[in-house]
């Protein structure tokens, strides 16, 4: 779809000579309400570029058995967002947010731009936080959950990274940005989302909104009135 990638050319505009650039990762976003309407953005962002593809599978095991499943039987149909996802997929230049404090001084939430994936993990160059420059090699790293139905005790072994390209309005709350897409086919969901989403721009001119309906010039805001009384 033509228009589509037409906006994530605005939003990252280095896209187009298949490289991602720090500073546009740094001080752009395409923003959406809900991590569903994420994933398929940073899906079509991993499309957009001409690298080979790796796809990194999840390894769970279940405390007190000695299997591990190397796929996501054990998660099927339950959305699970404590955990990285049972299947992650990427090229070189995808941006990426780091999902776990490290040691070595990564923190969660910082970005960084993969360089090189290989079988055991993937080589990032940090773009935010206080190892911003540096090339950080990132093995597979485990984490621990309860199935939300079964309540078994699980442990998932899986990159501490997630796709990029876009993220929720949720988790670009008290950045400023100098380009901003506002993806708003689907419809905002709390209060106060849609201010702060339409506020992390500085200019008018950086930002656009992507509407369900065109035509119509409105989207759907959540005011809980109490608060405001």
Known sequence: MKWLSGIFYFSMSSLTTDTVSRVELATHALLA????????????GVGMLNGE??????????????QTCHDDRLF????VRTIPPASITLKPQTPVLITRNLSTGLRNGT??????????GVAVEMVTGALQGQTVVLPRLHYYTTHPVSGDRI????LPVKECFAMTINKAQGQSLEKCVLD??????????????ASRVTSL???KILLAKPSDHTTHNVVFQPLLA
């Open 33 to 44: 309400a809900k991590h569903d309407q994420v994933d398929d953005l940073n899906k079509v």
């Open 53 to 66: 593809a790796r796809s990194y599978r999840a390894r769970d095991t279940v405390k007190g058995q000695a």
């Open 76 to 79: 099927a149909g339950v959305d």
């Open 111 to 120: 970005r960084a731009i993969v360089k090189e994936c290989f079988n055991g």
């Open 155 to 158: 442990r998932r072994t899986q």
């Open 184 to 197: 708003l086919r689907t419809n905002v969901f709390s209060h106060g989302q849609l201010y702060v989403a």
């Open 205 to 207: 001119a950086g930002l």
